[in-house]
């Protein structure tokens, strides 16, 4: 059995960029044309530049602090040393929370994505069915090893962009400039939209969890982790940026609504792309990126829960304590996912709303008190008290925005 520790090997940095973009670049990018539909694309833009360098530098805190810790400890060792046990509990449960509903998002993503997938050939696969065999699949390959889980998520993220630029170099070339500029609708208006897309493009860019599993991975080499989480989060910005150019250059502003109503779940979208393009060749690619998108991100977040839980419960690293780890990791969110099949769409929402704790709230809490203890032996984030004021405000900021939604006082473009 292989172990987590490989650096003898001497792990290539493409290997931790792949864990980071796989993570990021998955199944939650697909609700992002649907969740932006009401800012549109250059507001979107906006929003996700900015929720970039704030998610970017929240996980470079959480790596200052990690730093000053044995090689293993995850979120429930450092906050409890660093915070106190309050601080722990709190953040644990949304750790916890973010993880398993993401990983739940993923079950019900795979299920709806290869029920469609198998629809196309004529095959009758329910979508509880397919999610439920997706999941155990993933759930052995993260048992084997964070190695395993590398060199997956290299295999399918490879993949991915290869159809990803199959796909969207075709989905570009049909590009309507009126489209995209949104010209069918008279007088339009974008901003009072935009506040709602903060929480989707923060759960869009969660890897945080990854951040320890990759001091497992390389030990205490900042250098090189530091340029993973940067490699991996830019080329994430960048794919979303084109993902939102080929969607809202093909379908029109006002035929986001119906896909919203129907759930934007993956299936829909794809659905809607395939009816403007009309194009048997683009629909089968479609289909191909969306299966590779979630299991590249499924494999990510369900490495980062694994670590996670492994640290909280005192699971070794043999077979039989990963298998407990396993367990408790998969058997809760495939319950859910056997249950509540099409629950996507308010998954990714809410993991945006709890989110904000530990992947923004926390690390800079984090950040600050581990200056305060060891000074920065090994790294240190730039900026200074104003860039952990920042993150702070953005951490808080999304959790305002995400409950003002819930309680339907922000605009909904509908």
């Known amino acids: 059995m292989a ?8 792990p290539s940095l493409l ?4 864990i980071i973009a796989g993570t990021i670049i998955g199944a939650g990018m697909f609700s992002l044309p649907v969740v932006m539909s009401g800012a549109w694309f250059f507001w979107s833009l906006l929003a996700l530049v900015f929720t970039w360098f704030c998610m970017l530098h929240s996980g470079l805190m959480l790596l200052e602090a990690n730093l000053n810790y044995h090689i293993g400890a995850s979120f429930d060792t450092i ?36 029920h469609h997938t198998f629809a196309g050939m004529n095959i009758d696969v329910p979508a509880r069915l397919a999610g439920f065999g997706f999941a155990l699949i993933v759930a052995f390959i993260v048992w084997l090893s964070t190695q395993a889980v590398s060199r997956m ?6 993949a991915k962009v290869i159809t990803f630029f ?6 570009l070339g049909h590009v309507e400039t009126a489209t995209l500029f949104n010209t069918v609708e008279a007088s339009p208006s974008y901003t009072p939209y935009l506040l709602m897309t903060l929480p989707f493009c923060l759960a869009s860019f969660g890897y945080h969890g990854n951040v320890p599993s990759l001091m497992k991975y390389y030990g205490k080499e900042p250098g090189v982790i530091i340029r993973c989480l940067v490699w991996g989060t830019l080329l994430a910005l960048a794919l979303y940026t084109i993902w939102l150019l080929a969607t809202m250059g093909n379908i029109p502003r006002p035929e986001f ?52 839980l492994a640290d909280l419960f005192g699971f070794d690293d043999s077979p039989r304590g990963r298998l ?14 056997l249950l509540w099949p099409n629950g996507f769409l308010y998954a990714i929402g ?65």
Do not use: C, E
Request: net charge positive.
């Open 3 to 10: 172990t987590l520790v490989a650096r003898s090997a001497s």
């Open 153 to 158: 998520t290299a295999i399918v993220l490879g």
């Open 166 to 171: 199959l796909t969207f170099g075709g989905l």
């Open 257 to 308: 609504i119906g896909i919203a109503k129907a759930g934007g779940n993956i299936d829909v979208l794809v659905g809607a792309l395939s009816d403007v393009l009309n194009s048997r060749t683009l629909d089968v690619l479609l289909i191909v990126f969306s299966n590779f998108a979630v299991a590249s991100s499924f494999l990510g977040v369900t490495l980062g829960l694994f670590d996670y």
């Open 350 to 414: 809410y993991a945006g709303l709890a989110a904000t704790i530990w992947a923004a709230i926390v690390p800079a809490l984090l950040a600050r008190a581990s200056r305060q203890r060891f000074g920065s032996p090994r790294f240190r984030v730039w900026g200074g008290k104003g860039m952990i004021a920042l993150i702070l405000l953005f951490g808080l900021g999304n959790a305002l925005v995400h409950l003002l939604s819930s309680f339907n006082l922000l605009p909904v473009y509908q």
């Open 79 to 114: 906050t409890r040393d660093l915070l106190g046990k309050g601080w722990n509990v709190v953040n644990g449960a949304s750790v916890a929370f973010v993880l398993y509903i993401l990983t739940y998002a993923y079950i019900s993503a795979s299920g709806s994505v290869l």
């Open 15 to 18: 290997s931790g960029v792949v």
């Open 324 to 337: 407990k780890t396993a367990l408790l990791t998969f058997l809760p969110p495939m319950a859910g996912g």
